[in-house]
């Protein structure tokens, strides 16, 4: 009687059972993506896919610069055609140069940004998660150039966030602004201790300062050293507003990250070199 | 057969979302093209392909993308879904019906999604947000879909051909 039921109604017992099953998936994790493992599917899935978004980020790339290539010259055809086409060789030669210079000039920001007490491995990003709220990154360096869950990832502009997974070959950045993200910060002249959390945006959100604390825009943030996760004295971003409510036992001040997280496209992770995780 | 045509698709969409697509965000929103093929299953072979391909495409994309395990599986099984439903209430051969479905079911899945992680204390994105993101993915898989769906119509007939023609 109750198998002809589930028989008769197979459509929703599947659509049921599969809501569950995802439901149960996704509260087993929540807020805290330390709990997000994805176990041996998570590693047979990246392994297998991380070369290919590797190929098709560079082919992307190709593309691009292909394409803004072609416009550059069909804009010079229009002018004197043997002069055009000297200055669409020219324009290509200079263009490769200054995207090597641009390159270099990053590179080399980057590299000043090291810390004696780690290591650094320089990686490129390879993918990027389209979802609108949450913010993650592929990275073409993974366990086998050293990298390890939980290490720091910068740029010479400061904090970007730190490594969530990391497989052979690549590794998933969390982002600062990431929802998921709170990072122990020391904000102003006054080090006020407080934690900055993502917000889904180009903005973070600093929660338990202080009410006397003056805080100001302007401010710079670093971070504190505490969780075990990021070294003291990084960067993190400055302040540009400060919330105060009356009656509220703390102050908040929303926060602008010093690196430009839209736009990363290459960044050094922060490795300890083999030491068991300094937990400060 | 079947099913390793639609991981093949799958596994296509996701790669071009993540590396391609990811590039050209408009106000925060990114095409999803794992969605129509979603929902084309759905539609050409109902509810139950649409529903299971639905969560592995959604899991997998929850994997890949580094989202919190199970958000992505649960929207796109309710997309995979609800479009097998309409499915056989629809002329699917009119030319606009593609673009009008993936607006509807990209609207149903930034609800399902952000109401689920809301739900579940993971997001506290206002209402009004909400409301913008579902009506520009909406747009920007409406228009998408009418190729992409032509293209997947095409591909499903010649590969795998219907049990009435097999006969």
């Known amino acids: ?280 | 057969m079947r099913y390793a045509l639609y991981a093949g698709l799958v596994v296509a969409s996701l790669v071009i979302q993540t590396t391609w697509l990811a590039r050209v965000k408009i106000a925060g929103v990114v095409p999803d093209p794992l969605l129509i093929v979603v929902m084309a299953v759905g539609l050409l072979h109902g509810s139950e392909d649409g529903a299971v391909v639905g969560a592995g495409a959604g899991l997998l994309q929850d994997i890949v993308t580094g989202v919190p395990l199970g958000l992505g599986m649960l929207a796109d099984l309710c997309v995979g879904f609800a479009a097998g439903l309409g499915g056989g209430l629809i002329y699917t051969e009119n030319l606009w019906f593609p673009a009008a479905a993936a607006a509807a079911l990209s609207a149903l899945r930034t609800l399902v999604w952000a109401g689920t992680a809301h739900l579940v204390g993971l997001l506290q994105a206002p209402l009004v947000e909400v409301a913008q993101v579902g009506l520009l993915t909406a747009c920007y898989n409406g228009v998408i879909a009418v190729p992409i769906f032509r293209g997947l119509v095409g591909l499903d007939r010649a590969l795998l051909p219907s049990p009435e023609e097999s006969l």
């Open chain 1, 1 to 280: 009687m109750v198998l002809d039921t589930v028989v008769r109604r197979r459509r929703l017992v599947l659509f049921v059972v599969l809501c569950i099953l995802s439901l149960g998936v996704l509260t087993d994790q929540l807020r805290s993506p330390e709990n997000r493992r994805t176990g041996w599917l998570g590693i047979a899935v990246e392994a297998a896919l991380a070369p290919a978004s590797a190929g098709f980020s560079r082919l992307s790339d190709a593309v691009v610069n292909g394409w803004s290539l072609l416009r550059e010259i069909g804009r010079l055809r229009t002018e004197n055609r043997q002069l055009a086409a000297e200055v669409a060789r020219l324009r290509e030669e200079n263009a490769s140069l200054r995207e090597s210079a641009q390159e270099d000039l990053r590179l080399r920001a980057l590299l000043g940004f090291k810390d004696p007490q780690y290591h650094t491995v320089a990686a490129r990003v390879t993918g990027r998660d389209p979802s609108h709220w949450f913010d993650t990154l592929l990275v073409d360096r993974g366990a086998a150039d050293g990298v390890r869950r939980n290490d720091p990832v910068v740029t010479s502009e400061g904090l970007v966030g730190h490594i969530i997974e990391a497989g052979g070959g690549w590794s998933r950045v969390l982002l600062i602004m990431d929802p998921r993200s709170a990072v122990g910060v020391l904000v102003g002249k006054s080090r006020d201790a407080g934690v900055a959390e993502g917000q889904g945006q180009l903005r973070l959100l600093v929660k338990y300062l202080s009410r006397d604390a003056a805080i100001q825009p302007g401010d710079p943030i670093v971070t504190a050293g505490v969780g075990g996760i990021y070294p003291r004295g990084l960067p993190v971003g400055s302040v540009i507003g400060v919330t105060r409510t009356a009656g509220d036992l703390f102050q908040e001040a929303r926060v602008r990250p010093g690196a430009d997280l839209n736009h990363l496209e290459e960044m050094l992770i922060l490795t300890r070199g083999g030491a068991v995780q300094d937990s400060r």
